[in-house]
């Protein structure tokens, strides 16, 4: 039985982390599936994610206060809750009590406190969902032997990390990690406009060539995240963008242009008042995220100098 297992944030890391070294030894058949050592090196990441979420038959989502409402705890959660049956997916309350998840929308999950008693039937769950399932008696005794190391592997993993209420700034943030939740949440912002397009209308009068474009829209999205996850970020978000490459920049021209083509809307009009056009060009397309103004003025500037137009 494979098990996906979803983290975000440093504590949540460490304890999935434990999780796919544990796990094993109360059960057999179980094979955790952790990003950062079952993706390999010069395979494409975002596609990984993707691929071991559609090979999983479960999900444990590690979650804390810290990463309940981070847009990639969210986008994994949601493309679990897709994949996989409802009553296969779980959350792992580490620092969080359920009451602290109203109005999040993993609340309605099956949940389980980092405690003995809760973490002995979410074996048993999973012992039962199993298509080799260990006897029940074995398993209670194999979980009793090994819950001290777990629980003292817990106790050095919340000595070592920071909770999120703990009010500690982090100075240097990842530019990258937050370039990336910019892209997720664009793609978020496309699953819903899918999904309002699917619910609003009869299926057999759904405009065909807007579902296409917006599914289009979806994976340009996805492919910059992954893009993102090879890219070497040289500056904050809110500063300047990564050096780009000669042969990046053309790809901004093209893309620049298809875009305002395909919408009907004149170079000229976007230059007129770029700032709004930067932000709301955005909303279509997230591969724009990963540019800065200038390098969208520098594309706009030679689109509207190019006399092939």
Avoid at 145 to 151: C, I, S, Y
Avoid at 277 to 295: A, C, H
């Amino acid at each position: 039985m494979k098990v996906f297992l979803s983290w975000s944030q440093q504590r949540s890391k460490l304890v999935a982390h434990y999780l796919k070294e544990w796990l094993p030894y109360i059960m057999q058949s179980i094979k955790p599936w952790f990003s950062p050592e079952d993706i390999h090196r010069g395979e494409q990441w975002f596609n990984a994610i993707n691929k071991g979420i559609s090979e999983s038959t479960t999900g444990i989502i590690c979650l804390t206060k810290e990463n309940k409402d981070k847009p990639w705890i969210l986008f994994e959660s949601g493309a679990l809750f897709k994949g996989i049956d409802k009553s296969r997916l779980f959350t792992l309350l580490i620092d969080i009590e359920p009451s602290e998840l109203i109005g999040n929308p993993l609340y309605h999950f099956n949940h389980t406190r980092l405690i003995k008693e809760d973490l002995l039937k979410l074996i048993k769950d999973l012992n039962q969902l199993s298509d080799e399932p260990r006897d029940a008696g074995i398993l209670t005794k194999m979980f009793e032997t090994f819950w001290p190391d777990f629980e003292e592997r817990l106790k050095e993993i919340f000595a070592s990390t920071k909770q999120a209420n703990e009010d500690v700034a982090d100075s240097n943030p990842d530019p990258q990690a937050l370039m990336l939740e910019n892209i997720l949440q664009a793609v978020t912002n496309v699953d819903k406009a899918v999904s309002k397009i699917t619910q609003a209308q009869d299926q057999k009068s759904i405009d065909v060539r807007k579902m296409i474009e917006l599914e289009t829209q979806l994976e340009e999205q996805r492919l910059m995240a992954v893009n993102m996850r090879d890219k070497s970020i040289k500056s904050s978000l809110f500063g300047l963008s990564p050096v780009i490459s000669e042969n990046e920049f053309r790809l901004l021209v093209d893309q620049l242009r298809t875009l305002l083509q395909n919408r009907n809307i004149s170079f000229k009009e976007v230059k007129s008042n770029p700032e709004f056009w930067y932000k709301e060009l955005q909303t279509f397309s997230g591969w724009l995220l990963t540019f800065n103004f200038n390098d969208f003025l520098k594309a706009l500037d030679w689109l509207i100098g190019d006399k092939s137009n």
